[in-house]
């Protein structure tokens, strides 16, 4: 007797109906997505008379998952049914209208009775030609969401941002997943911060983006189509389509103890002071207080929003940041002097030659280089704050470099999206890195031995009593 199986998959159970050549039912039964479920599901096919010989064949709405690879392990044909196609037979096989499990179960049985020659098996592949399929198909996955999501993106901006839109358009169209426009829209989302960009910001985004060639060019280029009058939307309607496009911030610390902890992320506009004040609001909120140090770059509106929420403690530029900034004032034929000038600064370890010696390198730079003298006269107290401290902790305290490798493990998770669909969606991606990161972090040696910590707490004794995290700040520049 010729018999067909129908399963009505999903994600709880599974409605199983085999039927005979005359579409009379002969077994039913419900199933979990368990190795039991599968067990009586061949116990069910058994008594009703499968065999090695003649196996019965099974149709089911999906290629997929578990239950699918077991059953081609049994060596049996499996059928994977489109929905949308038992959604026509349905109504062959049954005139009610409302959703069964069973009558669907039923209706792919009798598809496989009547209708088999019209559809094809899973073909028998092997173990390492099914692996590709996965991954062949894992891949064109990520391209249509990023397609998918970078065609919302180019919809927003054209609400609110032509002239972005304009800045990144190649021969044929515009393409939003390239660096150098994610690096621009990570620092200006808005009309109004491109307009105010300057030359020097825009290539240092690129720069950082990963460009090498043409900076200067394409820096022009870009601010010139910035710059450009265009039709814009009321202030606060532009803020907040704006926010749709932002940048992940990072916080993490180093306890009193010694130990290294994240301490928070979110994502917004990282020059705007009301989303710094409001992100440090939250890490007080969470418990964070008595912070004596602050490293970060030197956005104005953080700095501002430092200066309200940790009255008292003091803060760092990041040191790489800063060369960054001093390699932009002077022509690229003049920078490998000039960074070699700066970085003997460094090489000191006595905090009064650190001094001296920045003093010195200023007044070589005023003759020839005005501005690199200029930005370092201005900024000498906020770079040299990490003088304050025991020299053991200057190397961990004068940038932002030893969260880096988490801001690349970040950036590295995140280019495989390329283009979020919403902030939301890149704050799971990234919280979720963090949080793995934090965990490690809590089981490795700590990052500042005990000895360290003991000069530590004497610096601090000195000033106040405080038992809470020396707080560093980065921003991650990636577009959601």
């Known amino acids: 007797m010729k018999l067909f199986c129908g399963i009505d998959w999903a994600e709880r159970h599974h409605d199983v109906a085999v039927v005979d050549g005359d579409g009379m039912l002969v077994a039913k039964l419900r199933i979990d997505d368990s190795a039991e479920g599968f067990g009586q599901l061949l116990g069910l096919l058994s008594e009703a008379g499968d065999s090695p010989d003649e196996p019965i064949p099974v149709a089911i709405e999906t290629s997929r998952g578990l239950l699918v690879a077991a059953l081609r392990g049994t060596g049996r044909a499996v059928y994977a049914i489109n929905p949308m196609a038992v959604a026509r037979y349905r109504d062959r096989h049954s005139m009610a209208r409302k959703k069964s499990d069973h009558v669907d179960a039923m209706t792919l049985a009798n598809i496989l009775r009547t209708d088999a020659h019209a559809h094809r098996t899973l073909p028998a592949d092997s173990d390492l030609a099914r692996s590709i399929t996965v991954l062949a198909r894992a891949a064109q996955d990520a391209i249509w ?11 927003l901006l054209r609400e609110y941002y032509p002239a972005f839109l304009a800045a990144f358009a190649g021969s044929s169209h515009t393409n939003l997943a390239m660096p150098d426009a994610r690096a621009i829209l990570a620092i200006a989302p808005t009309p109004a911060q491109g307009v105010r960009l300057t030359k020097t910001r825009i290539i240092s985004a690129l720069r950082k983006g990963g460009r090498q060639r043409r900076l200067e060019d394409t820096a022009t280029r870009i601010l010139e189509a910035l ?19 932002s940048a ?12 290294r902890e994240v301490l928070g992320t979110a994502v917004g506009d990282s020059e705007s002071f009301e989303f710094w004040r409001e992100f440090l609001t939250s890490l007080k909120a969470r418990g964070l207080s008595g912070v004596h140090l602050v490293i970060s770059d030197a956005h104005s509106g953080l700095k501002a929003a430092i200066a309200q929420q940790f009255a008292g403690s003091a803060w760092q530029r990041c040191r790489v940041h800063f060369m960054r900034n001093i390699r932009a004032t002077v022509g690229a034929k003049h920078v490998p002097p000039v960074m070699a000038a700066v970085k003997t600064i460094f090489a000191h370890t006595d905090p009064a030659e650190v001094v001296a010696q920045w003093d010195q390198v200023t007044d070589t730079f005023a003759g020839s280089f005005p501005k690199a003298a200029a930005l370092m006269e201005s900024a ?5 704050a ?95």
Do not use: C
């Not at 992940?248 to 130990?259: F, N, P, Q, R």
């Open 386 to 480: 990490f003088t304050a401290f025991p020299k053991a902790h200057w190397q961990k305290v004068w940038s932002n470099n030893p969260i880096e490798r988490l801001n690349k493990e970040i950036k590295r998770r995140a280019d495989v999206v390329e283009i979020f669909p919403n902030p939301a969606a890149f704050l799971r991606l990234a919280t979720a890195v963090v949080i793995e990161q934090h965990d490690e972090w809590q089981v490795t040696r700590r990052y500042v031995s005990d000895v360290s910590m003991d000069e530590l707490r004497a610096v601090i004794a000195a000033k106040e009593h405080a038992t809470e995290p020396v707080l560093a700040l980065t921003g991650v520049d990636e577009t959601a």
């Open 248 to 259: 992940l911030v990072v916080a993490t610390g180093v306890s009193i103890d010694g130990s």
């Open 227 to 245: 710059r450009r009058p265009q039709l814009r939307q009321p202030l606060l309607v532009e803020k907040a389509l704006g926010r749709q496009a």
């Open 145 to 155: 969401r990023r397609t998918k999501a970078t065609q919302e993106l180019r919809a």
């Open 380 to 384: 000498k107290y906020d770079v040299l």
